[in-house]
C-alpha cells in the first residue's frame, strides 16, 4: 500500500514536472500584430495619421520619420493602433524613460493609456521614431536624427 501510494506521488509529480517544462515562453514580439502601429503625437492632432503609420525596417523593428521643429518645446508622442487597443497603445514604462534623449533607447509599455513620451528636438530637422519589439519583455524605442534642415 505504500508503495503504491508513494508511485502514484511519483507519477503525478512527474507528470506536473513534465507540463511545466514543456511550458514554451513566448517572446512579448509575438502576441500582437505591429505593423498597425501609428506614431502619434501633437504633431498630429493624436491622430493615427497614415504618414505616420509604421514600417517594419528590420524584424520586428518599426519605424517612421518626420520633420520636427527645434523652437524649445517639446513634443509629446506614443505608437497606438488606429483604436487604442490595450497591448498595441505604446507609452513610456517608468517615469524615468517619459524624456527622449537623441539616439539613446528607452524602455516602453504597450499596455499604457496615458503615459506620453516627450522628445525636443535641439535643431530642426528630420528624425526617425523607431519601436524595437525583437526582444523579450518591453520594446525600446529610439529617436534619431536622420538629416537638419
Known amino acids: 500500500m505504500k508503495n503504491s501510494a508513494l508511485g502514484s506521488i511519483m507519477l503525478v509529480t512527474a507528470a ?3 507540463g511545466c517544462a514543456s511550458t514554451a515562453i513566448v517572446p512579448f514580439t509575438q502576441q500582437d500584430n505591429y505593423d498597425t502601429l501609428y506614431l502619434r503625437g501633437v504633431f498630429t ?8 503609420k509604421l514600417v517594419e525596417m528590420a524584424d520586428q523593428v518599426y519605424s517612421t520619420s518626420i520633420e520636427l521643429i527645434a523652437d524649445g ?5 506614443k505608437f497606438a493602433d488606429a483604436n487604442w487597443t ?4 505604446c507609452g513610456f514604462s517608468r517615469k524615468k524613460d517619459q524624456v527622449i534623449v537623441l539616439g539613446k533607447s ?3 509599455n504597450c499596455d ?5 513620451f ?16 525583437s526582444g523579450f519583455g518591453s520594446p525600446d524605442v529610439t529617436v534619431t536624427k536622420l538629416h537638419s534642415n
Request: glycine share 4%; charged share 25%; no cysteine.
Open 112 to 116: 499604457s493609456t496615458d503615459e506620453n
Open 86 to 89: 490595450p497591448g498595441l497603445n
Open 16 to 18: 506536473l514536472l513534465n
Open 106 to 108: 528607452v524602455s516602453s
Open 73 to 77: 518645446q517639446p513634443y509629446d508622442f
Open 118 to 133: 516627450r522628445f525636443t528636438p535641439t535643431e530642426t530637422g528630420t528624425f526617425e521614431f523607431i519601436i524595437d519589439f
Open 45 to 52: 492632432w493624436w491622430e493615427a495619421d497614415e504618414k505616420y
